[in-house]
């Protein structure tokens, strides 16, 4: 089947189901996952469908489920969150200073952090705030700015502003979205200004995503996938977008 054919029925399905899984319908037509992104990355430029976790879905949907908040989502993916965030507390050191930022992946790294010792902990998320406040062994420094609700970090001025001349030995951030040709991708303008001004205090940057958020472009572009030294994610995250970003250099473990 023609590319310029195989689109016009991906489109006709999603404008009667509303919605629509790239694996369905890599099965359906016999063709690759990664071709079937590529399909809907084409598909939506048309302003009537959008992109989400593991597929696509009309307009009116994809905005609804973005809107999630942070606490709400707390319990979507909780098992392989937990089990990344495990393994990316694993590679924390004594001594090292580490920014661990907004989204309910980064948090459960935070939640396997609590009993550490002899660490510093940078954060711009109150979640994570809440997390680690009582912790002992763990200094907690917090960046201040203007409260996102949406995810319950601070942004905009005041926090770029106050990581002016801050290092740390590693950041460790959510993303909302990962895609081999895009790249890493934020949900807003202010977050993703944010978002780089906390990739700059390092040269280690660990990204942390579970598998739907693999092939998945929010609005913001923020970062090539280059500037990740690792992604930690779980062992469904799909397999030819891992194989692309292995290829880029970028390290990739499945927890």
Known sequence: MLKRERQR???????????????????????SQMTIRRDLQGLAVQDEIEKVH???????????????????GLDQQAAAKRRIGEATAELVKADETVFIGAGTTALSVAEALKERENITVMTNALTVANTLANSRGILLVITGGILRSQNLSMVGYPAERNLQGVRADKVITGIRG??????LTSDDLHEMKTNLAIMGITTNLIVVADHTKFGHVATSRTAPLAAATMIVTDKEAPRDIIEEIRK???????A
């Open 9 to 31: 029925q991906i489109y006709q399905i999603i404008m009667v189901r509303g919605e629509v899984t790239v694996s369905e319908l890599a099965d359906r037509f016999g063709v």
């Open 54 to 72: 593991g597929g696509a879905v009309k307009i009116g949907r994809a905005q609804l489920e973005d809107s999630i908040p942070v606490l709400e």
């Open 248 to 254: 880029v250099g970028v390290k990739v473990i499945q």
């Open 178 to 183: 990962i895609d081999p040709k895009f790249g």
